[in-house]
């Protein structure tokens, strides 16, 4: 029942907070020239913007402890993009059922791969097709460097999605 009733409610909770932030007035501050001092809301899922600061915190973090360890930019590429294919199946599992596969569907055909790209077809820029065996541009195709391949890992991506639309899962 939970499954079909806490979508119910969010979409009731989002609606009732546009219509709030809508008859929302600016604050008038003294000595301010007509600014507003209002935070617009986000129209991404709670769950994105909990992945979202879990990338900064666990990769970002993973990254810094390994240069303060005098790892080389290789060794910090492959743990950092394990570790964002990792917290991505984290969060994934945590997805609605029907919202996974729609993610899954969309890395799929970027990257080759329901979880994203992995460290060897970035630095290639292409993976081969498991079944046709023809080769797939990861993204643009371009191949990417360590440093690339960790700035990469630090974000957490997804601007492509619709989340507006989405936020009806």
Do not use: C
């Not at 301010?32 to 992945?51: E, F, G, M, Q, V």
């Not at 029907?98 to 799929?108: A, G, P, T």
């Not at 619709?162 to 899962?169: A, K, N, V």
């Amino acid at each position: 029942m939970g499954q079909a009733k806490i979508p119910e409610v969010m979409r009731f909770l989002k609606s009732e907070l546009d219509k709030l932030l809508e008859r929302a007035k600016p604050a008038k501050l003294d000595g301010a020239t007509d600014t507003a001092n209002t935070l617009a809301h986000s129209a991404k899922p709670l769950l994105r913007l909990d992945y979202e600061v879990a990338v900064k915190r666990r990769v970002g973090g993973k990254v810094q402890s390994m240069r303060a360890a005098g790892k080389s930019e290789e060794e910090i590429a492959k743990a950092a993009n394990a570790e964002r294919r990792a917290l991505g199946k984290e969060f994934k599992d945590k997805t609605d059922p029907e919202l996974r596969e729609v993610i899954y569907k969309r890395n799929q055909a970027l990257y080759g791969d329901p979880l994203g790209p992995k460290y060897e077809d970035l630095k290639r820029g292409y993976v081969i097709h498991p079944k046709t065996r023809e080769r797939v541009n990861v993204g643009k195709g371009n191949p990417k460097t360590d440093a690339q391949i960790i700035e990469g890992a630090q974000n957490a991506g997804g601007d492509d999605m619709p989340w507006d639309l989405i936020m009806e899962f």
